[in-house]
């Protein structure tokens, strides 16, 4: 069944210009476009082969010395193929515009393809989803999330809002936050788990484990509600590695319920993990102006939570 036609929305600005203040005459291009466009040197080199940087409606060279009243532009928008075959796909749209897309993935979904079989991800989705609104662009996540993992993941609709966008995310400036069905009771109501995260050399590569010489990981968590056998915990990321939040918490001995990797409590109560990206909170691409994002508890975890409530005390 395909799916509807997405609300049509303005197309992405395809040039941004600034005009040169007296205050900045004598500087060149390329510092014009770092300093006062937000441009960064990655994108200037791509703008540079493609010849998408204008002085005065000009090519420029970068080291040119701009004067007051000068126009520098620089293309942050260009026709080009998705990278996927666009497939019809149903998306939960949380919110979109001219630069972005926020998606609420359901579980069993992958974010991308990791291999060429893979012919039926959100990214193939958001490549149709695109081609029905007659936008001509590549698929960018901004980030990623699990396969398993439901919840928001953030696309950008052009080169310039992913790289803006991935600014914020290295500077911990993009929020990410998280709810998690975990094993056992948490003592306390908050805290901070502060443990570098490294590859499992003995195990299995593709898996990850707390140890020393790994990449520095922080996690917070809050207490929601306290289950009898399990916790629902809100958790928010300072960084970014893979399978944070599950390492941390099986790590911490309360390991996410249904997790087949790192616990495998609970998983006759739960076909997955019990864990959902809930809230995402960023600065607009474009206009600077804070946006957050919010998924409530999809329908599984719903459901888990309320027969754990249900349970007879011990």
Request: glycine share 8%; aromatic share 4%; hydrophobic share 35%.
């Amino acid at each position: 069944m395909k799916a509807p036609k997405p609300e049509r929305h303005p197309p992405p600005r395809r040039w941004l210009e600034h005009t040169v203040g007296s205050e900045e005459a004598g500087q060149t291009v390329e510092e014009i476009l770092i300093a006062s466009l937000g441009i960064s040197g990655r994108m200037i080199q791509k703008l540079t082969r493609s010849k998408g940087i204008l002085r005065n409606r000009k090519a420029s060279f970068l080291g040119a010395k701009v004067r007051a009243g000068d126009v520098v532009a620089a293309r942050i928008a260009s026709e080009e193929d998705a990278g996927l075959k666009p497939v019809p796909m149903e998306l939960d749209i949380v919110h979109e515009d001219a630069d972005v897309v926020m998606i609420n993935k359901p579980p069993f979904v992958l974010v991308h393809p990791t291999t060429p079989e893979h012919r039926n991800t959100l990214a193939h989705g958001i490549a149709f989803h695109f081609q029905q609104q007659g936008l001509r662009t590549k698929v960018r996540p901004v980030h990623r999330i699990d396969r398993d993992t439901s919840g928001l993941v953030l696309f950008a609709k052009t080169a310039f809002a992913h790289q803006r966008l991935d600014r914020q995310l290295r500077e911990r400036t993009l929020e990410r936050e998280y709810l998690a069905l975990v094993h056992g009771v948490l003592p306390d109501d908050a805290g901070s788990i502060d443990l570098p995260i490294g590859r499992d050399k003995q195990q299995h590569s593709q898996l990850r484990v707390v140890r020393a010489g790994g990449e520095p990981a922080t996690t917070r968590y809050r207490v929601v509600e306290r289950l009898g056998r399990a916790t629902l915990v809100q958790l928010a990321l300072e960084t970014g590695r893979t399978h944070q939040v599950r390492v941390h918490m099986a790590h911490l001995g309360h390991p996410v319920l249904g997790d087949r990797q790192y616990g495998r409590q609970g998983l006759s109560l739960i076909k997955r993990q019990a864990l959902h990206a809930s809230r995402l909170a960023f600065l607009h691409p474009s206009s600077g102006e804070p946006v957050t994002c919010e998924a409530p508890l999809p329908e599984d975890m719903a459901q888990l939570r309320e027969r754990l409530r249900q349970e007879p005390s011990a």
